[in-house]
């Protein structure tokens, strides 16, 4: 069983930057790749981007492609998503999930685990 804890949400200017947290309980999850989804009003959970056990492999949705940069401490169990030149159309609930895999998952389906989640507002 995995546990995750996002934190670093909140309302910011359209231009600035938010760096977003995941601590994870459990001693398995250095071996889960990670990833950090995003649900606006209205629309589907989308995945952002993720990052595999290791770090050596990661993935960006072309929209935050250039902006956003995951990484991860496996010796703190956390996950970061730090998010520059954020836009207005960012404003989203952002979710942490596990995968048991090791490595990147593309599916929301495939993480067994999730966040509770942190709001991000981006005003213009």
């Known amino acids: 069983q995995v546990q995750l804890v996002e934190s670093g949400g909140g309302l910011v200017q359209a231009g600035g930057s938010l760096r977003l947290s995941c601590v994870a309980s459990?001693?398995?999850?250095?071996?889960?790749?990670m990833g950090w989804f995003r649900q606006a009003p209205g629309k589907e959970r989308e995945l952002v981007s993720a990052?595999?056990?290791?770090?050596?492999?990661?993935y960006y949705a072309d929209s935050v492609k250039g902006r956003f940069t995951i990484s991860r401490d496996n010796g703190k169990s956390t996950v970061f998503l730090q998010m520059n030149s954020l836009k207005p159309e960012d404003t989203a609930v952002y979710y942490c999930?596990?995968?048991?895999?090791?490595?990147?998952?593309?599916?929301?389906?495939?993480?067994?685990?999730w966040g509770q989640g942190t709001q991000v507002t981006v005003s213009s």
């Open positions: 990052i595999s056990w290791s770090g050596g492999s990661t």
């Open positions: 459990g001693r398995t999850f250095r071996s889960y790749a």
């Open positions: 999930a596990a995968d048991s895999d090791s490595r990147v998952s593309f599916v929301a389906a495939e993480y067994a685990y």
